[in-house]
C-alpha cells in the first residue's frame, strides 16, 4: 500500500514546456520560443500546517473591519495565474502565444475569485470532506496538486506529435510501438468512514485543495475563451485596454485560439476525478454558446428569420434578456461555486451546493446588470466601448428596457436595431430622461441582496464574510 503523508512537502508545479516572448499587438504571430531549462525542484522546509492544501491565514495580525474578498485570497490568486500559463504550452507557439494573451492583462477574475472564496466557506462542511482532505494529502489518491499535473495517459501518446517536447515524442519516421501491458494502477484505499457522526464544521484555518485552485484556473480559461470568440463576433477593437485578440492575430487565429484553451480545459477537468464537475463545467460552455445564440437571435431575428421576438414592452422582452444574462454571464459562476463546493466533498441533499449555486447565480446576473449600467453612464474606455456600445451592437439591456415603459418612442428604436441615423443618440437620450438606470440598478441590487443573504446558511467564517463583501462591491462598481 502506498504512503499516506499528512505532512507532506507541497511541492513546486511544473514549469512550463515552453516559454514564449510577450505578445505584441502590432505584429502578426512571430514568435521565438525558448526551451526552457527545468530548474530541480527546491527542497523546502515542511511548513507549519496542512501543507497539501493552501491556506489563506498567515500570523500577520487580522485587520479589522470586514475582510476585503481579493486580499483574502491574494497570494492564490497571483499564484493560480502563473501556473495557469503551464497550461497552455503547445507544438505551435503562435498557438500559445494567442492563448496566452488575454492572461498578459489583468482581469477582475472574478470567476476564480468566486470558486476560491465558496471552497474556504464550505471546506469541512460536506459529509464526503474526510475523503477529499485524504486524496489531497494521499500519494496516489489523485487530488494531490502534482498529481492534476501528471497524464494519465502514457505521456508519448498524449503529445504525440509535439516538437517542443522532445523527451516524449514518438518519431513519425517509425511505427509506432506497442508498450507491453502494465499492471493496472491500485489506488490505495480511501480511510474508513470517520467513527464519529460528521459534524458540518468550516476547516479552520480556512484551506483550499489542489483540485479546487485548479478548478478556478479552468473558470477563467473558459471566460478567456469565450471572449476571444466575443471579440470577433462583436468587432471589439480593444480589450483591456490592449488591442483585441482578433486585431492583434486575426479572427481566424483567435477563434482557433478559443478552441484550444476549451481543449486544455477538457483535460485539466477530467483530472479532478468528479464527473460532476465535469458535466457542471461542461454545460457552462454549452451555456455560453446558448447566451451567444439568444444574443444574435435577439439583434438579428429578421435576417435570420426568426420571428416571434415582438417588440411590445413586456414579460417576453425581460424574459429573453434575463434568459441571457444567466447565460452568458450567471452560469459560470453559478455552476462554477458549485463545483468548487462538489470539490470539496458536498453530497446530493447537501444544502451547500444549493447555496453556491444560488449565491452565484444572483451574483452573476447583478454584475452583468451592472455592466450594462455602464455601458450608458461612461462607456469603457478600457473596452474601446463609447458609452452607449450596446446600443451601437442592437442590444436593448435592462436601462432600455425600462426607458421603454415610460417612452413608448423606445419600442420602434428596438424593433429596428438602432440601425438608423440618429437612433443610437435618441435612445441614450431618452434612457437619461427615464429612471431606466435607477431602476436597472434596483434590480441589480435585489439580485446582489438574494446572494447574501442565502449566505445565511453558511456557518460563520472570513470567507463568509468576503462572500457578503463582494456582493455590496458588485452592485457599487463604476469599472
Ligand atoms: C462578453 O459579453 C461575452 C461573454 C460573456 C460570452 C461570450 C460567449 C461566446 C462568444 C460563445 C462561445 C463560448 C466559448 C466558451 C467558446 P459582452 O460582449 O457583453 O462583453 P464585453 O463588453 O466584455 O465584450
Ligand atoms: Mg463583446
Redo the contacts with the bound molecule.
Keep these: 500500500m502506498r504512503r499516506c503523508s499528512v505532512a507532506g512537502v507541497r511541492r513546486p508545479s511544473l514549469p512550463p514546456p515552453v516559454s514564449v516572448t510577450r505578445a505584441r499587438a502590432h505584429r502578426k504571430y512571430s514568435v521565438h520560443v525558448q526551451q526552457k531549462k527545468v530548474p530541480p525542484a527546491q527542497p523546502q522546509a515542511p511548513p507549519a500546517n496542512d501543507t497539501f492544501l493552501a491556506t489563506s491565514t498567515s500570523s500577520a495580525p487580522k485587520p479589522p473591519g470586514r475582510p476585503d474578498p481579493y486580499a483574502l485570497v491574494a497570494p492564490q490568486l497571483k499564484e493560480l495565474r502563473e501556473t495557469l500559463l503551464n497550461l497552455l504550452g503547445s507544438s505551435h507557439p503562435s498557438l500559445t502565444e494567442i492563448a496566452k494573451y488575454y492572461f498578459l492583462h489583468p482581469s477582475k477574475q472574478l470567476r476564480p475569485l468566486l470558486v476560491l472564496l465558496f471552497s474556504q466557506a464550505t471546506n469541512g462542511l460536506g459529509s464526503s470532506w474526510y475523503l477529499k482532505k485524504w486524496a489531497a494529502q494521499c500519494e496516489g489518491a489523485g487530488g494531490r496538486a502534482e498529481e492534476l499535473d501528471r497524464p494519465l495517459t502514457r505521456a508519448d501518446v498524449l503529445n504525440d506529435w509535439n516538437p517542443n517536447m522532445p523527451d516524449h515524442t514518438a518519431s513519425f519516421q517509425t511505427s509506432f510501438t506497442l508498450q507491453s501491458p502494465r499492471p493496472p494502477h491500485q489506488p490505495p484505499l480511501p480511510p474508513p468512514f470517520p467513527p464519529a457522526l460528521h459534524v458540518p464544521t468550516v476547516e479552520s484555518p480556512l484551506v483550499l485543495l489542489p483540485t479546487q485552485v485548479r478548478l478556478a484556473q479552468i473558470v477563467e480559461m ?1 471566460h478567456v ?7 470577433v ?2 468587432k ?1 477593437p480593444l480589450r483591456r485596454g490592449a488591442p483585441s485578440a482578433p486585431v492583434a492575430f486575426g479572427n481566424k487565429l483567435s477563434v482557433l485560439a ?2 484550444f484553451l ?1 481543449g486544455r480545459t477538457s483535460a485539466a477537468l477530467s483530472r479532478l476525478g468528479e464527473n460532476e464537475v465535469v458535466e457542471l463545467i461542461a454545460s457552462v ?1 454549452a451555456n ?2 446558448e ?2 445564440i439568444l444574443q444574435l437571435k435577439s439583434m438579428h431575428a429578421e435576417e435570420l428569420g426568426i420571428v416571434g421576438l415582438s417588440p411590445k414592452v413586456g414579460q417576453e422582452n425581460w424574459n429573453i434578456y434575463l434568459q441571457k444574462t444567466y447565460l ?2 450567471a452560469s459560470l459562476m453559478a455552476k462554477g461555486a458549485r463545483a468548487a463546493v462538489v470539490l470539496g466533498g458536498c453530497k446530493d441533499g447537501e444544502v451547500w451546493k444549493e447555496v453556491a449555486y444560488a449565491y452565484g447565480r444572483n451574483l452573476g446576473i447583478a454584475f452583468q446588470l451592472v ?1 450594462d449600467i455602464l455601458d450608458y453612464e461612461a462607456g ?1 474606455a478600457t ?1 474601446g ?1 463609447p458609452g452607449g ?1 450596446d446600443l451601437q451592437l442592437g442590444l436593448a439591456t435592462g436601462p432600455a428596457l425600462f426607458a421603454w415603459e415610460e417612452h413608448p418612442e423606445m419600442g420602434p428604436l428596438i424593433k429596428r436595431k438602432f440601425e438608423q441615423p440618429g437612433d443610437v443618440e435618441l435612445a441614450r437620450d431618452l434612457v437619461r430622461r427615464s429612471s431606466g438606470v435607477e431602476r436597472t440598478r434596483d434590480l441589480a441590487r435585489a439580485h446582489a441582496d438574494k446572494a447574501k443573504e442565502v449566505l445565511a446558511v453558511l456557518p460563520d467564517s472570513e470567507a463568509k464574510e468576503a462572500l457578503e463583501v463582494l456582493t455590496e462591491r458588485v452592485v457599487k462598481r463604476t469599472s
Design positions: 473558459i475563451a469565450s471572449l476571444l470568440h466575443d471579440d463576433i462583436d471589439s478559443g478552441d476549451l460552455i455560453l454558446v447566451g451567444e452568458k454571464t455592466d469603457d473596452l466601448k456600445a
